[in-house]
């Protein structure tokens, strides 16, 4: 059974065949509420278009369930007064999707956007929309594993697009854009293992991909970066091992003096073609 969350500026007739409607503020309590009906009552969750507005941040545990939206018009908008991260997918936790909706910071304490915390398996994280975070846009943490990333899209971080620490995963187009980032930050920061890339692509960041320590057996069809001023870096103590690449389709930042692709210190790395 789907239980329908309205948005406090959803059309009327959303709101009349809303289970709850937020008021507009604090928007998370009402989210939070319904979440713990369904370890009960089981069922899943609907969230309508519009702005959910919250105060603090969202954590999904306990029952297996959806988070559906609309589409980009659903909202999730986080403004904290303290640091903290938007959703996070809490450890132990199996099964959960979340799906067709946006998550956006207040570029001032929203450190991370989605969190996949360790010890998390079977999740499921498409069409998403992140966006305005300070650090990184979805951080994967060490030991979560058989996750399945599609079609997320995360734009204006200040740090990392995604921070990816995990197993055996599947990111298939995924893509960061408009995010400069730091010097010696990546759209794409891999520690991944046996986990497999499906035509991501990097946009106007400092690096568009680092594969570092720990990153073992990837799988990289097709790499792409645009206006970045390195496309791949490889680096790492220990050192990336047994990392295959198709091609990797590199569009340098006017003025970029190194060269796209720098292969510092890995075992095994293969890369079939190179377009620049």
């Known amino acids: 059974m789907p239980f329908l969350i309205a948005a406090s500026n959803a059309l009327e007739e959303t709101k009349e065949q809303a289970y709850v409607t937020c008021p507009g ?48 018009a659903t909202k999730l908008n986080f403004a904290f007064s303290s640091p903290g991260d938007c959703v996070a997918i809490l450890e132990m936790s199996r099964g959960h999707y979340l799906r067709n909706l946006s998550i956006i910071g207040d570029k001032a304490n929203t450190k991370q956007g989605l969190v996949v915390n360790d010890n998390t398996a079977y999740g499921l994280f498409e069409n998403l929309w992140v966006e305005g975070i300070v650090e990184n846009g979805v951080r994967g943490m060490p030991g979560n594993s058989q996750h399945t990333f599609r079609n997320v899209r995360v734009r204006d971080v200040g740090e990392t697009g995604f921070r990816l620490s995990g197993l055996n995963n599947l990111f298939d187009g995924c893509a960061v854009t408009r995010s400069p980032g730091i010097a010696g930050q990546a759209a794409f920061w891999i520690n991944e293992g046996s986990s497999t890339f499906i035509n991501p692509f990097a946009e106007r960041h400092n690096i568009g991909y680092v594969i570092s320590s720990y990153a073992k057996n990837l799988s990289l069809p097709l790499l792409s970066a645009e206006a970045c001023n390195v496309a791949l870096r490889v680096t790492g103590d220990p050192k990336p091992q047994g990392i295959e690449i198709g091609t990797v389709m590199a569009l340098m930042t006017q003025g970029a003096t190194g060269p796209p692709i720098e292969i510092l210190e890995a075992n095994g790395v293969s890369i079939g073609n190179i377009i620049v």
């Open 25 to 72: 503020i604090d928007d998370q309590e009402q989210i939070e509420a319904v979440q713990n009906k369904l370890s009960v009552l089981g069922g899943d969750i609907l969230l309508s278009e519009g702005d959910f507005n919250c105060s603090a941040g969202l954590e999904l545990g306990n029952a297996q369930y959806t988070i559906w939206g609309a589409g980009r």
